[in-house]
């Protein structure tokens, strides 16, 4: 999630700054390796060193940290986290390429074994492999292109 929001916020700035009039900003992760040693050598690399890997802060503690801070800035409750994996459970239902493809009712991810308060074990993602690609333009650019006069 962090390094996505680093590519969007240097391709936004590209932008700003007049250096592009477009920027694609790309993001890949490969975590889902033939062992799990591999793995989890992996995950720790993510982590600030010095302060993170001391601290024990790998995935599932480093987001349940960010889940308490929007629960405590915006009232969010575990019922209401527990929706959002019902949905993003019901929606890999309708991708053939999902790593795990089954709709969980928002009971049963309340229900789940706690890994890092609040997150249960159905508000986690998988070890899994992934990419996502956004594309960021200045007013002008978004104009040409809505008209039709530019290039798509």
């Known amino acids: 999630m962090l390094l996505r929001s680093v590519r969007s916020a240097h391709g936004r700035a590209s932008i ?76 890999s239902t309708t991708n053939p390429y999902a ?5 969980i009712p928002a009971e049963k991810v309340l229900g789940s074994p706690m890994i890092a308060p609040p997150l249960k074990l159905f508000d986690c993602s998988g070890i899994t492999d992934g990419d996502a690609a956004g594309r960021s333009s200045g007013n002008e650019e978004r104009r040409s292109l809505r008209s039709g006069d530019g290039a798509a």
């Open 16 to 91: 700003v700054t007049g250096l592009s009039d477009i920027a694609l900003c790309l993001g890949v992760e490969k975590m889902n390796l033939p062992n799990m040693l591999e793995t989890q050598t992996s995950m720790a690399c993510v982590l600030e060193r010095e302060w993170d890997g001391v601290q024990g802060a790998s995935a599932p503690p480093f987001f349940a940290m960010c889940a308490q801070r929007h629960m405590h800035e915006y009232g969010t409750t575990v019922e209401q986290m527990a929706m959002v994996s019902e949905k993003n459970h019901h929606f």
């Open 99 to 103: 790593q795990f493809q089954k709709d």
